[in-house]
């Protein structure tokens, strides 16, 4: 492959990254107006460097693939390492703070938010960071740690710490994470709605709530029950 034909497969490889990005964009986010405000997001600029620098990674150019990496980091608060492996229509909103593991996997239109952590716990060696399948969502300040799959079309919900493994279809809240809606059939990308999810501490305290109603209720009853057994002994009493 001469000079001129390299040059050129870099240049469609930019383009067709510049023209997907805009539409995953379009399509995700409301606050965009025209096209070339893509341009202006800082996600935009963070995925594009780690397009080029897994590139470099693939082909063993580990410094400089962690160079790219690392200047990118730096003018973009987006930490993805070169070494993870992304699919398709992956969307970053806002990202500040976001990190992404070296060997993180994630499917086709996966969206993260600003603040979200796909880490290890620091004990595993080989593969130690999360798998995420199609159509996932993670938001705000969602943190998901360790070598376990996240299944399809799974919502995490903000600032639940995940654990984990989770099936497909899931919505997950809480710290640590829970299962709180199975066989969610609505995907994420779509309803891009990471506000009404359930609440499980707050079910938990209405349950509490509802005990502790039931048991005040029988105390009660109890009460008149001994009340009225007392006057009927006083009443034998005063027969007899």
């Not at 996600?43 to 580990?62: G, I, N, P």
């Not at 993260?112 to 969502?137: A, F, I, S």
């Amino acid at each position: 492959m001469d000079a001129l034909t390299a040059a050129k497969k870099d240049v469609n490889f930019i383009k067709k990254y510049i023209e997907e990005e805009i539409k995953v964009v379009r399509e995700r986010d409301p606050a965009i107006h025209n096209k070339w405000e893509v341009f202006l997001y800082s996600s935009f600029w963070a995925v594009l460097a780690y397009r080029v620098a897994h590139v470099f990674y693939e082909k063993k150019y580990y410094f400089i693939a962690r160079l790219i990496s690392q200047i990118a980091r730096n003018r973009t608060g987006i930490e993805i390492h070169p070494g993870a492996k992304i699919g398709k229509g992956f969307f970053i909103d806002h990202g500040s703070g976001v990190v992404v593991g070296e060997t993180t996997v994630i499917g086709n239109n996966v969206t993260l938010y600003q603040g979200v952590t796909l880490g290890g716990t620091g004990k595993e060696k080989g593969k130690r960071h999360p798998t995420l399948k199609d159509n996932v969502m993670v938001s705000v300040g969602a943190k998901v740690l360790g070598s376990f799959t996240i299944g399809e079309n799974t919502k995490i919900g903000a600032g639940s710490v995940v654990l984990n493994e989770i099936p497909a279809n899931c919505t997950v809240v809480g710290v640590p994470g829970k299962i709180v809606k199975y066989h969610n059939k609505e995907i994420p990308r779509e309803t891009m709605d990471q506000v009404n999810l359930p609440d499980p501490i707050q079910d938990d305290l209405n349950n509490l709530k509802h005990a502790d109603s039931e048991i005040t209720n029988q105390i009660i009853s109890l009460k008149n029950s001994v009340k009225e057994l007392e006057r009927e002994i006083s009443s034998m009493k005063e027969k007899g």
